[in-house]
């Protein structure tokens, strides 16, 4: 059947992403119906956070503090896709903003064939997953064992001053359930800074550890 071959190719098709671009999921409570007439499509989603995610490297924080986060994109063209697949447009954004520390958003389904399978599935509770993807365009590198400018994070972190999100997805495999947040990043921050010869030194050692560890 169309529709099921369609879920399976944007479930397994790879995303492309920018070298700054990335992906973070909401699995945890991040999806709620709205009522009344006129609401039946539309939904209320969480789409962020500030909860740190480590990475090799240390903690990857996204700052939702005011001005750190630029919607104008996604409220003027953000589009709701299915699994990140540009070609898999399945709503509109109604509007987005930032509330106690998250990033929000009203989206309302279309009802096409492709769009409606979608639809019963995230209104019946079998889709839960939300994914967003964005752009940083600033970070602030926390050295090993120093404090963050605005004293939430204790590194080594890195932490996104300046992002822009581009879409809000509905995904059918989230990348990390066991905190309502999860990333997908298809490739490694791309710092502005030049790193110092004492990050990398510390990233091979790093490595090295690991190794044998693993011994």
């Known amino acids: 059947m169309k529709t099921r071959k369609m879920i399976q190719q944007q479930r397994d098709k790879p995303v492309e992403n920018g070298r700054t671009a990335a992906r973070r999921e909401m699995v945890e409570n991040s999806i709620r119906a709205l009522s009344g007439e006129g609401n039946e499509r539309k939904f209320i989603l969480s789409f962020s956070s500030e909860e740190p995610y480590q990475r090799y490297w240390g903690a990857e924080v996204l700052d939702h503090s005011e001005g750190a986060v630029d919607l104008t994109r996604i409220n003027e063209i953000g589009c709701l896709l299915f699994n ?127 190794v044998q560890g693993g011994n």
Not at 158 to 180: F, L, M, N, Q
Request: net charge negative; aromatic share 8%; glycine share 10%.
């Open 84 to 210: 990140h697949n540009r070609d898999a447009v399945i709503g509109k954004i109604a509007k987005a903003w930032i509330e106690g520390g998250r990033g929000m958003a009203e989206v309302e389904f279309d009802s096409d064939e492709e769009s409606e399978c979608i639809f019963q599935k995230v209104a019946n509770g079998t889709l839960k997953g939300v994914s967003v993807g964005y752009q940083i365009e600033s970070w602030e590198e926390v050295a090993q064992g120093k404090q963050s400018a605005d004293g939430k994070a204790i590194g080594p972190a890195a932490i996104a001053r300046k992002w822009t999100p581009y879409e809000i997805s509905i995904v059918s495999v989230p990348a990390d359930p066991t905190v309502g947040v999860g990333r997908e990043l298809s490739e490694q921050p791309v710092f502005k800074e030049k790193r110092s010869m004492d990050w990398f030194e510390r990233q091979i050692q790093i490595n090295k550890t690991n």
